[in-house]
């Protein structure tokens, strides 16, 4: 079955870099659009980047443009996002997905992605 397991969050000061990892199984991940997701206590969970598929469209949240990158590595089935100059309006959980690169829009929205991982958690402060 389909699995996404998030890893590589922790604490980190401001101005600092972070990169986070998705390890998915149970699919082919060159078929799938992917994306990043963060949900900040107390907030709804927004998206944060969004890849349609190996060399589509890419998305990012306008917070994080200039700052965060999404990447993937078909043959090691892996996602990242590689934080830079992280701020502490940053901080959340961070949590993975994917769909079927054919039934993607592109909108980067939760309602497009049926597969989540558990999240990872974010905690950027002095």
């Known amino acids: 079955q389909v699995q996404l397991v998030e890893s590589g969050g922790g604490l980190v000061q401001p101005g600092g870099s972070l990169r986070l990892s998705c390890a998915t199984s149970?699919?082919?991940?060159?078929?799938?659009?992917i994306g990043w997701f963060r949900q900040a206590p107390e907030s709804m969970r927004e998206g944060v980047s969004c890849s349609s598929g190996s060399g589509g469209r890419t998305i990012y949240s306008d917070s994080v443009k200039g700052r965060f990158t999404i990447s993937r590595d078909n043959a090691k089935n892996s996602v990242y996002l590689q934080m830079n100059n992280v701020k502490p309006e940053d901080t959340g959980v961070y949590y993975c997905a994917a769909e079927v690169a054919q039934t993607y829009l592109g909108t980067c929205e939760i309602r497009e992605f049926a597969y989540w991982g558990q999240g990872t958690q974010v905690t950027v402060s002095s």
């Open positions: 149970g699919f082919t991940l060159d078929e799938y659009a």
